[in-house]
Structures are given as C-alpha cells and as structure tokens.
C-alpha cells in the first residue's frame, strides 16, 4: 500500500455489497414496474412478532397499537408471538423450517426468521413491534408484487447512521460507509424470490451454526442476511425492478427510542451471540 492510502475497512465482498446497495438506492429515474411480473397486488395484511405477549412492555405496545388506524382503510392486523409463529411455520413450511426457527436464540432472530416465512407463504407487510406509525398514507406500496424495502447507510468512523437526506443523494459516499437494506419494512407479494433466498439462506446458516459458539444475528438472520441475499438474486438475473427502494420510510414510520427492553437482554445488541433467558415476570 502506497503511503497516505486508506485502507477499505470492509473485506472485498462486503464493499462489493455496500456498493451494490449504493447504486440502487442512488439510481436515477423513475422505476419502472414490469407489467408481467410485478403487477398483482400486495395483501393489505400488517403482520407483527413479540416473542412472549404476556411479556409485552406497555411502550412497545403502544408502538404497535399506533397502526391500528389503518383498520379503517382495509388493513388486517396480525400478532404472532413465538409459539403461533412456530406453529405457522410447521404448517406452511414443514420441519426443516420450524428446527431452523427453535435454533434462533434471541426473539430478534426469530422475528427475522418469522417475518422472511410469512411474507414468503402469504405476502403483506411485516413491521417491527417498536416502530411507530406517523399517520402518512401506505395504500400505494400495495399496488404491485415488488418487494419494498428501507436503506440504511452506517459510518464505521462516527459509529452512527448516516441520514438518508446524504445517502441518497447521487455520488454520495466515503470509505466508512456500509449500505444495506433494513429488514423492516418488508412488504411483497407471496412467493417474492429475494424473501424466497432471504429464507433460505438464514435457514442454512441456522442450520451450520457450530455448537461451540453461537452465530451472529446480523449476517444469519438480519440486516446482513437479506443485503447478501437481494445481491446474490439480482446479480443471478432477477430483475432489480423486482425491488423498490424506500428512500423516505422514515415520514411515514420511525424506531422509537427510547424504550425499556433496549437496556437489558431483549436488546440483540446486548445480547449478540450470548444465549437469552427472559426474566422472571415480576421484573418485567
């Protein structure tokens, strides 16, 4: 390396995924939707996962209760907890599914692994427990097959997310910049093949976890799972418009912060390859 050059922080594969990302969530134009492929309609079904609903704390709930609202526009609202995922799984799936969902040690993983199966069999909208609904209208995600997905853009540097006002923006990047997809939202039509790869990408890589350590839950079941994934099926020949970037997401729902479970162990991030244990009830 010649003096005063910086080194890329990021292995060969995961710049060559980052720059994937980059580039379509930067491309101009307006996406086109093939009229063939992408044209039936998403279910308006929102679909929700809480590991232990008897555990649920008051200001997740309340996050949750905030999309009640589009009842009245047509929308089903589903929650599942751990058990009634499970339980679909077995049924939609079969066995290999479910196993690959028992081996997923923190209620992140299984939220992940669960979200990839539903919308894979039924098709709708998955949305986290902790984000809030602002109110904005949704129907036009709904009006097509495509897969809808929100970007994300991290600074190795400042250890803190880059906002999608410099992101998104034509040309914009630096060497500690990491681009992915967020694995919510996740709306799509049933049978979307990058959810179809998501699935069973996380499923193989549940099912090579070495029983000396525990995998990480970024690149087996979350974030990095889907990236890779949605790289591996466009750079096979799907079509990138089988994809729509959600530049905006944030006007229409944010992660609320903060929130009790996120200073103990029901945070992945606190718990990241460390075996969960929820506490007794009476410290919930």
Same mark, same amino acid.
């Given at each position: =390396?010649?003096?005063?050059?910086?080194?890329?922080?990021?292995?060969?594969?995961?710049? @060559?995924?980052?720059?994937? #990302?980059?580039?379509?969530?930067?491309?101009?134009?307006?996406? &086109? #939707?093939?009229?063939? @492929?992408?044209?039936?309609?998403?279910?308006?079904?929102?679909?929700?996962?809480?590991?232990?609903?008897? +555990?649920?704390?008051?200001?997740?709930?309340?996050?949750?209760?905030?999309?009640?609202?589009?009842?009245?526009?047509?929308?089903?609202?589903? #929650?599942?907890?751990?058990?009634?995922?499970?339980?679909? /799984? $077995?049924?939609? !799936?079969?066995? +290999?599914?479910?196993?690959?969902?028992? +081996?997923?040690?923190?209620? *992140?993983? =299984?939220?992940?692994?669960?979200?990839? *199966?539903? &919308?894979?069999?039924?098709?709708?909208?998955? /949305?986290?427990?902790?984000?809030?609904?602002?109110?904005?209208?949704?129907?036009?995600?709904?009006?097509?097959?495509?897969?809808?997905?929100?970007?994300?853009c991290y600074d190795l540097e400042t250890s803190q997310m880059v906002a999608p006002s410099l992101f998104t923006?034509?040309?914009?990047?630096?060497?500690?910049?990491?681009?992915?997809?967020?694995?919510?939202? =996740? &709306?799509?039509? $049933?049978?979307?093949?990058? /959810?179809?790869?998501?699935?069973?990408? @996380?499923?193989?890589? !549940?099912?090579?976890?070495s029983l000396d350590g525990l995998p990480e839950v970024q690149a087996t079941t979350g974030p990095g799972n889907?990236?890779?994934?949605?790289?591996?099926? &466009?750079?096979?020949?799907?079509?990138?418009?089988? !994809? =729509?970037?959600?530049?905006?997401?944030? !006007?229409? *729902?944010?992660?609320?912060?903060?929130? *009790?479970?996120?200073?103990?162990?029901?945070?992945? +991030?606190?718990?990241?390859?460390?075996?969960?244990? @929820?506490?007794?009830?009476?410290?919930?």
């Amino acid at each position: =390396m010649n003096e005063g050059e910086e080194t890329d922080p990021l292995s060969t594969e995961d710049r @060559a995924r980052s720059n994937f #990302v980059r580039d379509l969530v930067q491309r101009g134009g307006a996406s &086109i #939707v093939d009229s063939t @492929a992408w044209s039936g309609s998403t279910p308006k079904r929102i679909v929700q996962f809480w590991d232990d609903l008897e +555990r649920l704390p008051s200001d997740v709930k309340a996050c949750m209760n905030s999309w009640s609202r589009l009842e009245s526009d047509g929308f089903k609202l589903e #929650v599942f907890d751990r058990a009634s995922a499970s339980s679909f /799984i $077995r049924a939609r !799936l079969g066995r +290999r599914h479910e196993e690959a969902f028992a +081996r997923c040690y923190h209620p *992140s993983m =299984m939220s992940d692994y669960f979200r990839y *199966s539903y &919308i894979l069999v039924e098709g709708g909208f998955y /949305i986290d427990a902790d984000d809030v609904y602002h109110g904005t209208p949704i129907g036009h995600l709904f009006g097509d097959g495509r897969l809808k997905l929100q970007p994300f853009c991290y600074d190795l540097e400042t250890s803190q997310m880059v906002a999608p006002s410099l992101f998104t923006e034509p040309g914009a990047d630096r060497a500690g910049w990491i681009f992915y997809f967020n694995t919510t939202p =996740m &709306i799509a039509a $049933r049978d979307h093949p990058m /959810i179809e790869r998501a699935l069973s990408n @996380a499923t193989a890589s !549940l099912e090579a976890g070495s029983l000396d350590g525990l995998p990480e839950v970024q690149a087996t079941t979350g974030p990095g799972n889907l990236t890779r994934s949605v790289f591996e099926i &466009i750079s096979e020949g799907c079509s990138p418009e089988a !994809l =729509m970037v959600a530049h905006d997401w944030e !006007l229409t *729902s944010t992660s609320q912060w903060p929130l *009790s479970y996120r200073d103990d162990a029901r945070n992945w +991030r606190l718990s990241n390859q460390k075996r969960y244990t @929820a506490a007794p009830l009476e410290e919930r």
